[in-house]
């Protein structure tokens, strides 16, 4: 059974510079949500990957006011990520904000092609270190479960 993929992006964009900043991503597959926050400001060229930021660029309000842009024969796409049925809300600008709802009803691919490596959750580094103690024990119970070796 085939599950539809949905994701949305919370942007904004300063008013006095004109930068773009991403806020938020979340994909939703079935009755799970991931959900990608950023704790500081972050420039959607310093989060997107450059060709998914190009293509998005094009769909982005020109103007401040509040509107919905539906886009559905058009596809963005990112080496193995396809998004489509694009739909933006952009919001009235306020205190030089102005804040855009993003979202994408089908997503196909590689989920997260359209993240910069280092934003990809997919691909963070897991370091993983476990006192020796630790490790002993659970050897210990791990070989209690299973029974003593076996020497052949």
Known sequence: MSVNRVLSMTLFRDLSTGVWY???VELR????????????LTPIGDALS????????NHLPANLNQQIISVS?????????IAMDMRILSQTALHGIQRVIVRFNRVLGRVFDFLIPEKRPD???VT????YD???????????AMGPPDDG
């Open 22 to 24: 991403v806020e938020q």
């Open 29 to 40: 597959y079935g009755t799970v949500r991931n959900a990608l926050r950023f704790s500081e």
């Open 50 to 57: 450059d060709d998914f930021v190009e293509q998005l660029r």
């Open 73 to 81: 024969g058009e596809a963005v796409s990112v080496r193995e990520f």
């Open 123 to 125: 691909l963070l580094p």
């Open 128 to 131: 993983l270190t476990v006192p």
């Open 134 to 144: 630790i490790g002993v024990r659970a050897e210990r119970q791990t070989s209690i």
